[in-house]
């Protein structure tokens, strides 16, 4: 570690909050899977944790102006890494997202390809140097972000692809895209919206369709969102037994519906308590933007708020029935490897910002 920088610079507020959160997931997956096949999922949380702690300090120490000037290479390799997936990875329930790993581990790369997505990203708008995006800088943007997106949408999976569009907005964003400029490409969406439509999945259709309207298909594509909305009910102000998680009426209530079912044991105050919780997480991550050595460190940070912030809007929205059902989880809270390792990472590089904030 360089002698400029030092741990007493974390942000150890931070992290503080960041595992409050994940004690009450931890709390909530033993809870929702005492009684299941799936028994024992804190402890490996637990691992994953850990691992991601180590994973946050290790990448701290590597001075993120560097990995800027490496980015490139990191790109080529989150490309390549997508198309080992399509080559190797392992088929589950019609979806090829996840490569097998030594111990019967799952790696799923399109989750670290975010944080590779967040530094290209915020190395491409840092160097333009305040200048007034052009069309071309625009392009190349949405093509950077694109390309890798469109890889993940045909393994399929259309969760983790649309978690990569709010860094590109929040890059463009800063960088100051004009009002024209971004008008342009809302009419645009708005017009291949029926070329996407005719390109989902049936059961993504039915996803869509179901969120508007869940009880023309109770027992099909939309038992999960009647299901969770119950369960949030069902919870009332201070929370009851988890009748809908712990007799399994709740799906996946480890993961995608892990909100649904700490609200349904805790409540209306245990659910305010927990977006507290990311209220405060967001703006100590902003403040850390705000006190950046530099552009890119307020773009890299910046980045990590916008992917969090999506997660968080996302999944809450899905499981209260504001959102579809998209099968992106809830940070440092759900149940799952990939998506904690990912969020302790990013928060690596954002001490890594934090920690240099005093160096010339």
Known sequence: MSRYVSY??????????VLMLCGLGVMEIRSATVHTKFAGAHIKQLYWIGGGL??????????????LDKVHWMYI?????????????????????????????HFQPSEWVKLILILAVAKYFADLHHRELSWSDFIKAGAMVGVPMLMVLAQPDLGTALTYIPIAIMGLFLGGVRAKQALAVLLLAGLIMPLAWHKLKPYQKDRLISFMEPEADKQG??????????????GGIWGGTGTQTHLSYLPVPQTDFIFAAFAEEHGFVGALGVLLLYFIVLMRLTQNAQTAPDRAGTFVVMGVVAVLSFHILVNVGMVVGFMPVTGIPLPLMSYGGSSVLFMFLALGMVMNVRMRRFVN
């Open 8 to 17: 007493r610079d974390f942000d150890w507020l931070l992290i503080i909050f």
């Open 77 to 105: 390799a989150a490309i390549a890494s997508l198309m080992s997936v399509m080559v190797f990875g392992q088929k589950y329930l019609g979806a090829r997202r996840w490569i097998k790993m030594p111990g019967g581990q």
């Open 54 to 67: 180590m994973g946050m300090f290790l990448i701290s120490l590597l001075n993120y102006q560097a990995l």
């Open 221 to 234: 594509s939309g038992y999960q969102v009647i299901q969770s909305k119950i369960a949030v009910g069902s």
